[in-house]
C-alpha cells in the first residue's frame, strides 16, 4: 500500500487482546486504525470520518443486525472477526488475510 492511501480501519469490540494485536498488526501494515468498545461509538466515528472497513467482534443478535445495515447504508464493507478459531470468521492471521485483500480491491 506504499504507493496508495493509507487504508483506514475502523476495529470494534470488547475483547481487549484480540483488539491489540489487530490494532498492531494493521499499523505495521502502513493502515489508520481506530479502535472503539461499541457499535454506538463506531457509526459515531464512521459518520464523522473516512473509514474504509469496519472489523468487528463476531456476535449474533438484533444490535449486530443494525450495525451492520448502518454500514452498509454508509457504504462501508465489514468483517467479523475473534480472538478464536472460529469456522464462522476463521482465525486471527485469517481475518488479516481478509483485511490485505480488501485493501487491495479497494486502491485498485
Known sequence: MSNHEALSVLIVGSAALSASLLRTCLLEAGCYVHVVGSMSAALMIADRRKVDVV???????????????????????HIFTTGLDDPHAGSPSD?????????????S
Open 55 to 77: 472489523l468487528l467482534e463476531y456476535s449474533e443478535g438484533h444490535a449486530t443486525r443494525s450495525f451492520c445495515a448502518a454500514l452498509a447504508e454508509l457504504d462501508i464493507p
Open 95 to 107: 481475518q488479516l488475510s481478509k483485511v490485505a485483500s480488501l485493501a487491495e480491491l479497494r486502491i
